[in-house]
């Protein structure tokens, strides 16, 4: 039953700021108008007489828009710094790349695709996703080439490749 009441409740949460907003820009105007539009309106006599009533509206509507306000802007942080963290990660993980993981996703850039097969078995793919610059598309490998699976990259990892090319580029000798 209580499980019930708060889907309830949650499903009128957006309307709840939009109807909290309105009862805030009603009651500020009850209460702080000048008496003389108020009077101009025939609304001093309810806000004089209702005036505790308003007040509490004003005061609940109020917290109402404060409490949205936090969590959207919680919510905005906390999406800006996972998106940051993910950025800075990738970045490491792109400039820590061994010779054979940079031929691997030069691949990638070279040939101007999202998509390339890879060998299981070679072990390269397997450390690209683990360390989420690759992502396996599929978990069946492609018919007849025995463990052959299509491998997608990061769009992450192609920006960040887009902005640093040098990170791709051979640390050794033999490598070039």
Not at 147 to 170: H, N
């Amino acid at each position: 039953m209580f499980e019930t009441l708060l889907s309830s409740l949650s499903a009128l949460r957006p309307f709840a700021w939009r109807t909290a907003l309105a009862f805030l820009i009603l009651t500020s105007f009850l209460l702080f108008a000048p008496n003389a539009a108020l009077n101009r309106l025939s609304l001093l006599d309810i806000s004089k007489s209702a005036g505790f009533t308003i007040g509490i509206l004003w005061l609940f509507s109020a917290s109402i828009i404060v409490v949205e306000l936090y969590d959207f802007a919680s919510t905005k942080i906390s999406i800006w710094m996972k998106k940051r963290v993910y950025r800075k990660n990738m970045t490491m993980f792109l400039s820590s790349l061994s010779g054979d993981e940079k031929k691997a996703i030069i691949r990638y850039t070279a040939e101007d695709v999202s998509t390339v097969h890879f060998s299981l078995s070679g072990g390269i793919a397997n450390a690209l996703e683990a360390k989420g610059i690759l992502t396996r598309t599929s978990s069946i490998g492609v018919a007849g080439s025995g463990d052959m699976f299509p491998f997608t990259i990061q769009p992450l990892a192609l920006e960040v490749l887009g902005k640093r090319p040098e990170l791709l580029k051979p640390t050794d000798a033999r490598l070039k």
